[in-house]
Nanobody, 124 residues
């Protein structure tokens, strides 16, 4: 599976951005989609995830209520709508897909393929 993330950019605090991630290749066996981020000098962390059916979504506490993950299986695309952005949301955002059933899609180890990352910068 190849993943292409886009939509990053520079935004003022309080603003919004919508990230997209287009998947190609072996998309028929995707179990879940996820977004992770890595801020400068920090480890990569979980942001949000959604199962293929859309029946379950997961969010990091730091983004709950501000970010929304969604997907369109027919289009092999997922999105991350980010509202009320804060300077601490500044990071490179990575999309990922899981090709198998996993007990916890908040863990990086659940994912098999990763996109190249898109930079989000939130100014104060």
């Amino acid at each position: 599976v190849q993943l292409q993330a886009s939509g990053g950019g520079l935004v003022q605090a309080g603003g919004s951005l919508r990230l997209s991630c287009a998947a190609s290749g072996r998309t028929f066996s995707i179990y879940a989609y996820g977004w992770f981020r890595q801020a400068p000098g920090k480890e990569r962390e979980f942001v949000a995830a959604i199962t293929w059916s859309g029946s379950k979504t997961y969010y990091a506490d730091s983004v709950k209520g501000r970010f929304t993950i969604s997907r369109d299986n027919d289009a092999n695309t997922m999105w991350l709508q980010m509202n009320s952005l804060k300077p601490e949301d500044t990071a490179v955002y990575y999309c990922a897909v899981a090709h198998g059933l996993h007990s916890d899609y908040r863990r990086q180890g659940a994912y098999d393929y990763w996109g190249q990352g898109t930079l989000v910068t939130v100014s104060s």
